[in-house]
């Protein structure tokens, strides 16, 4: 019993291992991309994802200035 305790743990990463190299393999991408450093930051050049994959929600509206803030005298 105390063997299958040693096994069970190493067949599983092994296991994982595996599906992991068949998962990269079967990415079906040939360049993976490569950062390059343009204006001060560092843009990803190539690789398989397109300016299209990735959707970026629209930030929230902010509340206009309140301008009535400025007609009423301060209070001491």
Request: charged share 20%; net charge negative; aromatic share 2%.
């Amino acid at each position: 019993m105390t063997r299958l305790r040693a096994v069970v743990p190493l067949l599983g990463a092994a296991v994982l291992a595996v599906i992991a190299v068949v998962t990269v393999r079967e990415a079906g991408c040939d360049d993976p991309g490569r950062y390059v450093l343009r204006g001060g930051g560092y843009e990803l050049v190539g690789g398989c994802i397109a300016p299209g994959d990735i959707v970026l929600p629209e930030p929230p509206a902010t509340p206009p200035p309140d301008s009535t803030a400025g007609d009423v005298p301060a209070r001491s």
